[in-house]
């Protein structure tokens, strides 16, 4: 069965830095999109950043972009959000989502909540002063 584990998360003053870590038991960079989210699971709003199994890019929120970082350790397992320079509309929580088996020719999006199967329990990201 397919576990996601996050953690990493707590407050931080604005312009502060943060590593979110997602530690799965599947990862597949060539099968399987993974993303993080600010959200609960299973809303429409597009996820922060991602990893597309098509070519391996990484896609971000507009919002985040210059800031926000997402790069993998496959062979340990975890995945990371690098968050640097958080403003307070960084708050909330943070979830790691990761995509069932894709197809040869899957779109490369990967910020779509729909395509998501599996969740972690989310970690609570603060910025406040």
């Known amino acids: 069965q397919v576990q996601l584990v996050e953690s990493g998360g707590g407050l931080v003053q604005p312009g502060g830095s943060l590593r979110l870590s997602c530690v799965g038991s599947?990862?597949?960079?060539?099968?399987?999109?993974v993303a993080w989210f600010r959200q609960a699971p299973r809303t429409e709003r597009p996820g922060v950043a991602c990893?597309?199994?098509?070519?391996?890019?990484?896609r971000y929120g507009n919002s985040v972009k210059g800031r926000f970082t997402i790069s993998e350790d496959y062979a340990k397992n975890i995945v990371y959000l690098q968050m640097d320079n958080v403003a307070p509309e960084d708050t909330g929580v943070y979830y790691c989502?990761?995509?069932?088996?894709?197809?040869?020719?899957?779109?490369?999006?990967?910020?779509?909540?729909?395509?998501?199967?599996?969740w972690g329990q989310g970690t609570q990201v603060t910025v406040s002063s």
């Open positions: 989502a990761l995509s069932a088996e894709l197809p040869l020719y899957a779109t490369p999006a990967c910020r779509l909540d729909p395509m998501y199967k599996y």
């Open positions: 990893i597309t199994a098509a070519d391996g890019s990484r």
């Open positions: 599947e990862f597949s960079p060539n099968n399987r999109n």
